[in-house]
Structure formats: structure tokens, C-alpha cells
């Protein structure tokens, strides 16, 4: 007897758009057009206009079809589908749908509760499934298997022993597998294979080979593929692309011309969202003050909502960004050209008229369309090269400065005197009050990859942090601070840019530390962002300053995008949206298209539902975090390559991270993290202190800190994996020659290795 449907019986008549949904939700089978017609009592006529309303649902994204015509929610799993299992160890499974065409939605798992009668699931095993939400999980009832399926990895060939073993690229893999097929694969290729099998009886097939994993331009391309990153548009949508890029930039556009607006980017910067300009107000009204323009590449005039550009976009998030490349969000003729903010070029624009206070706050703004002919596109570099050649705490009125253009990094030296000098003077009044409100002040190093033209590393080192790029910061956040705030004013929908206050347990690990570090920090006091700046404050001498600030950083929250607005804890802002970068993060996009619809600025518009904007703010925020480990990934790997000709020598280093197993440290100047195992520290046993986050040796007392600087040898670069291993200089610890036998305590035997912790390691620190 079939399972009775436990959903509550809906009222009787034509459903709206929201009952479907919570029907099609709450029911415990599929839900096709008959048993929504069946539950809400439908019959002849009102059949056919349920099922163009279910059309118009499906057009407008809000349900999808699942085989067998039964319906569930976009983005969503169907009751039943059909999963392909991804990982099977011991009693825990999971699996995902084969069929997963939800634009911009990560592939959801999915944890599988076997049932004997289908006997034990395998890696690559289909299964007919019914599925149910449980927690903040979804759990998989097997039906029935069906014909076997593979698991795709990416990974190394390497011959061992005359046979093919698969490498996989993780970190953390330690394992490899026997290739059953080669495909003309050989030792050496970065291969895409399938994998299929259980526990130690796991095969691989080749199904492509990438090339030489070691050749320039590679190690992106395995973040690419390992991350699933979309990197090749259709040609459809490069026609499209190709299509509006040839539209004129429409009527009614505020004529900014003749302003003399400038771009301030990365020397090497693939496009140009931004551009600004400032000038002392004449407004009596804010005697001192300035006005500024915050201008903004105007995507949404060429992304319309609902087009081919715009659902890719949505697919994509935002454009990933690696030292040898960019995976733009948008096709190149749209970012990297026509909205692109190009020096001469006449652009289309969303300009943000700002009103400053001596103080530098924000007092009025306005939102307009306009088109912009950019003065000059400059160099961070060279912006702050020419502004201290001028003098730049000269008066903004006084005379020209008459530098010679040489002396002035190439900066024409009227454009000086007209847009940098009054940049700069209208920013030191924004950065009065950005330290009045005190927002969190991290001064991490940003490692900086030059590669030459063929793609080869040339050096590794720390980026330089100027004013110039501080000014610019602090532009955009006003920018951003005044799109939220405009669109809160005509109660239109906001995607926040959320950074939520740390967590009290993540606080209480950070006292912990800095106890041991005999620095104070109160848990009683409302924590703001300046209490970290002051704790920072208090160390500024000292070595273990910069691991004080990584501490303070891993405190922090995982900022997101959403359209309840939490504030933004790290700027110190109430409100805050992303407004200055639609080329490249979709967030922005939202933003511009409700700023066009609530102030009627023309075409391209659109106001979305709380519940759109939630479901899109949790997709791009996903697809955020996978950028960020993407393009982390790779500079890891970078790092790696530029070290492997180094390995054998001693290097200066610092600890980065202790745990029971050993620590981690970083080569100075250069970044990536390489682990020194505990079983290489000699004969000594190692007690680990978890909150003062170090190794402490029982005999000698020897220790092995967080922050601590120590010469190590380079053991092990792996640019593919991005792994590195050090050792002690002398290739062991405090001791020499092989370890004594510990005496056993009375207790259960292997207490140690049963919670993966080596022998030499004892923890002290509180339960987890």
C-alpha cells in the first residue's frame, strides 16, 4: 500500500504561487500536476490554468521538474532522484544528485542510510533514492541500486613498482590508487580520472589528461578543475555578450565628461569597476567640507535581468582571480572591455554623489546614470609616487604645483593638481572618521607572485601596502555605505554585505592565548572592533605581534551576503552593501538594479522578494568561499614551485601553528605553510599545550610556540599538492639517537593512537 502524503490538507481552490511552494515542500512523495490538483480539489477548467501557472512558476525560476514530471523547488533535491555515491567509508556514506541543474547553486550532499537489502554502497554506485530534509542536513533512503556510475578526481600519474598509481592533489591525501585504464596517460600528467570501488580496493580510470602539472600557467588550472569553476562561456552567450556590448549608452545619462575622474588600480589589474574624483564643497552649508564622485562601471545597463549573461553570472558568483590569470564572472568583451572604465574611452556609469563634513562624514548622497570619460587610469604606485613628489599636504587651492612630469612617476602634473591633491586632502577628512569609529585594523601581508611573460615565477614577497590603496578603500566604503543606506530610505530590498560579532566561544579560545602571552583581554566589556585594535596596540613591539593579529583574524566571523541586515562588525558600520565591483562579485549587481528600479534610473532594474534575495546571498556567498580557496590554493602552489629549487637549504622561518601532531611554519618574506612532523623533533617527548599553542619538551622543556623565529631546513616543495615539510636544522630535536621506551601508565592500551595523536605527544588543554 502506497505511503499516505502527511502534508496538511490545503483549503480548497486555485492555489497562489506560495501554497504550491509550501506544498510541494511539505508533501512526503513527489508531487506531479495531478496531486496538486488532486490536494487543492481542481478539476476541468481550473487543471488547465493550473498547469500555465505552473509554467509561468517554472519560468520564473521558483520550481523545477524531476523525472517523471513531479515538481520541487528550485535549488532544491527532489523527493526522489537519483544520487551517485561520492564517499563510502565504513558506515558513513554520502552521495549526490546526478542530474543538478540549479544556475549558481553548489551540488548539495547528501548523507545515505544504507539498508542491508541493497547490500554495501560503493564509490561510483547510483541508487534510487527518497530524500528528506533532517536538521540542517539531508538524509538519502535508499529504493533500489541501479547500474554502476564512477567518481571523478583529479590527481598525479606516478609509476611505482611497474605499475600506474593515481595521486590526488589534496593536502591531506596520503593515499593513491591503482589506474585500471591509463588512456594514454603517462608518469608525470595531471590526469582526470574515475574513481570507483570501496576501502582499500579503489581503482582509477583516466578519462583526460591535463597536461604537465608543473608547466607555467598549471597550477591554476588544477584549482579550476578541482573546484568545479566554470571557465569556458557557451558561444550562445558570447553572442549575446557581443550583442549588447554594441548598444549606445541610452538617453537621460548625467554628462560627467567633463570632470576630471581618474581609475586607481593594481598595475596589473584586468579591469576598471572604479573611478573617483573630489573637490572642495561650496555648499555654505558644509562650510570645509567636499563632494566626491564614487564612479561605478554601469553592468547592469548590459547584464538585464534574467538573460543568458545574467543567469552565468549568477552561476559564477564572482570572477576568480590567480597570479597567471582571471576566470572572469562576465564575458572579456563586457569586463575587461566596454565596462570597463577606460581613460578617453566614453563609459556608461552609475555615479555617487557624495556629500563629506570636514570630520568625513558621509552627509547626502545621490545615485545617478551618467557617462564618464576617465582623466587617466593610474597605478597605485604610481598615484602615490606623484602625490609625494607634489607635496601632497600642500593646500588643494594653492598654485600648481609645477613638477616636472618626470618627477611625477609619468602623472601628467595638471591632473595633480586638479584630481590627486584634492583625492587625497578630501580622504584625510574620511580617514578622521574612520578612526573615530575604529574598525578592525589588521596589517596581515598580501604575498605578491610576478610571473614573466611565459608564465614563470620571478619572485615571491609581500605586497606593499601605500595610502593610495588605503584612499581608494575608504572611497568604496563610503560608496558602499551610501547604496545600503539609499535603498534602506525607499524601503527597497538590500543584499547586505553582512559581518556578524564574534562568537563567545571563539573569544574565550582567544583569552586563552592571550593569556599565555601575559596579555589581558576582558570578556565582561561589550567587544567592538577597537578592542582587538588595542590588543594589537599592546603587543606592537613585540616578535609575536603578527601572530597576535592571525589569532584576532581567526576570532572573527565568516562575513556573507543576505538581505536581513546584521551590520558589519569588522567596518563598524550599521549598514553596508557591495555597490563598487559589479564586473566582478554579483552581489554588486543585485545592489545596481535596485538602485536603478527604486530611483527609475531606466532599463536594467529589478526589486526582488526577501526570499530571491536570501536564496541568491546564500548561493554567491558559497561560491565566494570557493573563490577565496581557489585562488589560496594556488598561491600555495605558486609558493611551493618557488621554493622547490631551494629545498635542502636552511631558511629563516616562523611558527604559524602548533598542534598535537607538530607545528606549522612560514618562510619569512615568502608565506606558505610547510609542517615539521613531531616524530621529527628527536628522542624528546612533546607535551602539546593547546592554549598556549605550543610543543613543550618533558625533559629539557625545550619549546616550540606560536610566533617563535627558527632557522629550519626545506625537506619537501610539492607545487602540486602546495605541501611543505621542514626539519630542524640538524635534522632532529634536543636529543640524538633512537627513542627510549616510554613507561605506560596504567590505562587503556593505545589511548593515544586511537584519537590519531602520535606516541611522542601528550595534550594537555580543555576537552573538545
Given amino acids: 500500500m502506497a505511503k499516505q502524503n502527511k502534508a496538511k490538507k490545503p483549503a480548497p481552490g486555485m492555489p497562489t504561487r506560495q501554497q504550491i511552494l509550501d506544498f510541494i515542500t511539505s508533501s512526503d512523495q513527489p508531487a506531479g500536476k495531478r496531486e496538486i490538483a488532486r490536494a487543492f480539489g481542481l478539476a476541468g477548467q481550473e487543471k488547465i490554468t493550473l498547469k500555465a501557472l505552473l509554467r509561468d512558476m517554472a519560468d520564473e525560476g521558483l520550481i523545477d521538474s524531476a523525472p517523471g514530471r513531479a515538481f520541487h523547488k528550485m535549488g532544491g533535491v527532489p523527493k526522489v532522484t537519483v544520487l551517485r555515491v561520492t564517499d563510502a567509508d565504513g558506515d558513513t556514506v554520502w552521495a549526490v544528485p546526478e542530474r543538478w541543474e540549479a544556475e549558481g547553486v553548489p551540488v548539495p550532499r547528501l548523507r545515505v542510510r544504507e539498508r542491508g537489502k541493497h547490500g554495501a554502497l560503493a564509490v561510483g554506485d547510483r541508487i534510487l533514492a527518497r530524500t528528506e530534509e533532517a536538521g540542517n542536513g539531508l538524509i538519502a533512503h535508499p529504493m533500489k541500486k541501479l547500474a554502476r556510475g564512477e567518481e571523478a578526481v583529479l590527481g598525479v600519474v606516478k609509476e611505482e613498482g611497474g605499475r600506474l598509481y593515481l595521486h590526488g592533489l589534496e593536502k591531506k591525501e596520503r593515499n593513491s590508487f591503482v589506474i585500471s585504464e591509463r588512456n594514454g596517460a603517462e608518469p608525470g600528467d595531471l590526469v582526470m580520472a574515475e574513481k570507483s570501488g570501496r576501502g582499500p580496493r579503489i581503482f582509477a580510470k583516466v578519462t583526460e589528461v591535463l597536461g604537465d602539472p608543473f608547466a607555467p600557467r598549471s597550477f591554476s588550472l588544477i584549482a579550476i578543475h578541482k573546484h568545479s569553476i566554470p571557465n569556458v562561456f557557451s558561444e550562445e552567450l558570447l553572442a549575446e555578450a557581443e550583442r549588447v556590448a ?21 598595475s596589473d589589474a584586468r579591469d576598471h569597476d572604479d573611478a573617483v574624483w573630489a573637490a572642495p564643497d561650496d555648499d555654505p552649508k558644509n562650510e570645509g567640507g567636499w563632494k566626491a564622485i564614487v564612479a561605478i562601471a554601469d553592468v547592469s545597463f548590459y547584464v538585464r535581468p534574467g538573460s543568458l549573461l545574467d543567469r552565468e553570472a549568477r552561476k559564477r558568483g564572482n570572477s576568480v582571480y590567480f597570479p597567471d590569470r582571471v576566470v572572469p564572472m562576465l564575458p572579456e568583451i563586457l569586463s575587461a572591455d566596454v565596462c570597463s572604465l577606460k581613460q578617453g574611452v566614453d563609459r556608461a556609469a552609475m555615479a555617487c ?16 546614470r551618467a557617462v564618464v570619460r576617465l582623466a587617466a587610469n593610474i597605478a597605485y604606485e604610481d598615484a602615490q ?19 616636472p612630469a618626470e618627477e611625477l612617476a609619468g602623472v601628467d602634473p595638471a591632473l595633480v593638481d586638479s584630481t590627486l591633491r584634492p583625492l587625497w586632502a578630501c580622504w584625510r577628512a574620511l580617514n578622521k572618521a574612520r578612526e573615530k569609529r575604529e574598525p578592525l585594523d589588521l596589517d596581515l601581508p598580501e604575498r605578491r607572485i610576478m610571473l614573466d611573460e611565459k608564465g614563470r615565477i620571478l619572485s615571491v614577497a609581500p605586497r606593499e601596502r601605500l595610502d593610495a590603496h588605503k584612499l581608494i578603500e575608504d572611497y568604496m566604503i563610503a560608496a558602499n555605505v551610501a547604496a545600503a543606506k539609499a535603498l534602506e530610505a525607499r524601503k527597497a530590498p538590500v543584499m547586505y554585505r553582512v559581518h556578524e560579532p ?50 584576532v583574524l581567526r576570532t572573527q566571523t565568516q562575513a556573507y551576503y543576505g538581505p536581513q541586515n546584521a551590520g558589519h562588525f569588522g567596518l563598524a558600520l550599521g549598514s553596508y552593501a557591495h555597490f563598487t565591483s559589479p564586473i566582478r562579485r554579483y552581489a554588486d549587481l543585485v545592489v545596481h538594479r535596485a538602485l536603478v528600479e527604486s530611483n527609475k534610473l531606466g532599463p536594467g532594474g529589478e526589486l526582488p522578494t526577501d526570499a530571491e534575495m536570501a536564496k541568491t546571498g546564500e548561493v554567491i556567498s558559497q561560491l565566494e568561499r570557493r573563490a577565496m580557496e ?29 598542534q598535537n601532531f607538530g607545528f606549522f611554519a612560514t618562510v619569512d618574506g615568502v608565506g606558505g605553510d610547510g609542517l615539521v612532523p613531531a616524530r621529527d623533533l628527536g628522542r624528546e617527548y612533546f607535551r602539546y599545550d593547546e592554549a598556549a599553542q605550543k610543543l613543550v619538551g618533558e625533559e629539557t622543556g625545550e619549546e616550540f610556540c606560536l610566533g617563535q623565529r627558527l632557522p629550519l631546513r626545506l625537506v619537501e616543495a610539492n607545487p602540486v599538492s602546495g605541501a611543505l615539510r621542514f626539519e630542524l636544522p640538524d635534522g632532529k630535536g634536543s636529543g640524538s639517537g633512537p627513542r627510549p621506551e616510554r613507561p605506560r601508565k596504567p590505562g587503556p592500551p593505545r589511548a593515544l593512537k586511537r584519537r590519531g595523536r602520535p606516541a611522542n605527544i601528550k595534550h594537555q588543554g580543555k576537552k573538545r
Avoid at 354 to 367: A, M
Avoid at 386 to 402: H, L, Q, R
Avoid at 518 to 546: D, K, S, Y
Fill in 630 to 658: 581557489a585562488e589560496r590554493e594556488t598561491v600555495d602552489r605558486y609558493v611551493a614551485a618557488y621554493l622547490s629549487a631551494h629545498v635542502g637549504e636552511v631558511m629563516e622561518a616562523r611558527i604559524t601553528g602548533v
Fill in 246 to 266: 554594441k548598444q549606445d549608452l541610452g538617453k537621460g545619462r548625467e554628462d560627467l565628461r567633463h570632470i576630471p575622474i581618474v581609475a586607481i588600480d593594481p
Fill in 502 to 551: 564574534p562568537s563567545r566561544e571563539k573569544l574565550v579560545a582567544l583569552k586563552e592565548y592571550l593569556k599565555t602571552l601575559e596579555v589581558e583581554f576582558a570578556l565582561g566589556q561589550v567587544i567592538r572592533p577597537g578592542t582587538f585594535n588595542h590588543v594589537i596596540a599592546r603587543v606592537a613591539e613585540a616578535e609575536f605581534r603578527e601572530e597576535v593579529m592571525i589569532q
Fill in 385 to 403: 609616487a606623484a602625490i609625494d613628489a607634489a607635496g601632497e599636504k600642500a593646500d588643494v587651492t594653492s598654485s600648481p604645483c609645477g613638477m
Fill in 353 to 368: 554623489h557624495l556629500q563629506i563634513s570636514d570630520k568625513g562624514e558621509i552627509k547626502g548622497w545621490r545615485f545617478t
